[in-house]
């Protein structure tokens, strides 16, 4: 049946949704009844699992309470999440700027970037996404930015290979001009064009150089933060590092709120003092988004959800091994940080077709990275070790069914 609205990222004849009418834990329910294992997250922002009456009242609390507001009010919720999220991130971050998911949070932290160095271009990945908005697409270095090209002016693509070359966006800065050059973007952890974790010291290095050159390092926390890969930021792998900017979105508020956040250093901050910060948002900090984020905050402590992750990374790891040995012919690198992982595939078009529709009939939801490659595994940081042992096992029973 056609909707009578877009479906996003495809060709609207054929397309098919989904029609989920709710969840419990790590599985969601779809209208005919039938209960699927959520190996994705959705798309990568249900950490905290489906159903959670207590974030739920959390946001029915709020409404009740207070959920009209406009960007220049004040009220103790707004207060108290910005502090919890500098609370966060290392010692020095001072400000929040609230957005409404992750392709603002980089929009606005490239604004930023912008006014405060003075300079317009900004580096970032080939193998990145970083949101649907002209800026985030633009920087974005994946498929979905060359379709609607020309974006802005100034924004230079990086090929570091999978994360590994840090040299690469050094020598990029240098040939670009540093002094031309306000900000880097990079994912901590590439997310969902593969799971690529650099090694150590990478992030340093980039640290280096953009303090060299006094460029800004921002991290785009919003796939690979709130505990996906076992650290509150993804980040935190590389010890020590404090980066300018982090842009937050998706499982900020676990799903369940539009929300998302830059998280600004004191020392960037403090140019606008004294001088105009020109951004804003109508739905800034909206209460609704507000209570989601708190609640979720609450809940990823209260039941230990990143160390959680981080405890679960060899399951996922064995888990994703398995799909590569029972399938050799198709299936190569396995790889996981916390509970974030893929599997690189070599499969043509009617191939990944066919895996679709192996795991439709299983009932399992991952993402499959058809452009890149991979099929990647995000399952609820709450996801019990028996259920990711199960839904893997489906995963390889499905890949081998494809290969044979
Ligand atoms: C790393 C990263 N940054 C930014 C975004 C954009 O976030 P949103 O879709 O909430 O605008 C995404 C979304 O997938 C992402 O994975």
Request: glycine residues 10%; neutral net charge; proline residues 5%.
């Amino acid at each position: 049946m056609s909707e009578p609205f877009f479906f996003t990222w495809r060709a609207q004849q054929g397309a098919r949704g989904i029609e989920i009418t709710g969840g419990e834990g790590a599985w969601f329910t779809v209208a005919s009844g039938e209960r699927w294992l959520d190996l994705g997250s959705l798309i990568y922002q249900a950490n905290l699992g489906h159903g959670r009456r207590d974030v739920v009242e959390a946001i029915c609390a709020q409404a009740r309470r207070l959920c009209l507001t406009m960007p220049v009010a004040v009220y103790p919720e707004k207060r108290r999440l910005a502090e919890r999220l500098l609370a966060l991130a290392p010692r020095g971050f001072s400000k929040v700027f609230y957005t409404l998911g992750g392709s603002d949070a980089n929009e606005n932290a490239l604004k930023i970037a912008r006014l405060v160095t003075g300079r317009f271009k900004a580096l970032a990945r080939y193998r990145s996404y970083h949101g649907a908005t002209m800026g985030a697409v633009t920087l974005s270095g994946d498929w979905r930015r060359p379709p609607v090209e020309p974006g802005l002016p100034g924004i230079i693509h990086v090929d570091d290979r999978d994360a590994t070359d840090a040299e690469a966006f050094v020598r990029a800065l240098e040939f670009e001009g540093p002094s031309t050059v306000a900000a880097v973007f990079v994912e901590s952890i590439v997310g969902g064009n593969g799971v690529h974790r650099p090694p150590p010291g990478y992030l340093r290095q980039l640290r280096h150089a953009c303090d060299r050159h006094g460029v800004l390092l921002v991290v785009d926390e919003v796939l690979a933060g709130f505990g996906r890969t076992g650290r509150t930021f993804g980040f935190e792998h590389e010890p020590g590092l404090v980066p300018d900017l982090i842009t937050c979105g998706k499982a900020l508020t676990g799903g369940y709120g539009v929300l998302g956040a830059v998280l600004v250093h004191e020392r960037v901050a403090a140019h606008f003092e004294t001088r105009p910060l020109v951004a804003g948002l109508t739905h800034y900090a909206h209460p609704l988004g507000v209570a989601a984020a708190l609640a979720a905050l609450d809940v990823l402590e209260r039941e230990r959800l990143v160390e959680r992750a981080a405890g679960l990374e060899p399951v996922l790891a064995s888990g994703l091994q398995t799909v590569v040995d029972a399938c050799p012919a198709v299936a190569r690198r396995a790889r996981a940080v916390g509970l974030l992982g893929a599997v690189d595939v070599d499969l043509d078009a009617s191939g990944w077709d066919r895996l679709e529709a192996a795991l439709v009939r299983r009932r399992i939801h991952v993402h499959l990275q058809r452009k890149v490659g991979a099929i990647v595994v995000a399952p609820p940081l709450v996801i019990a070790e028996p259920e990711l042992r199960h839904g893997l096992g489906l995963l390889a029973e499905a890949l081998r069914e494809v290969a044979s």
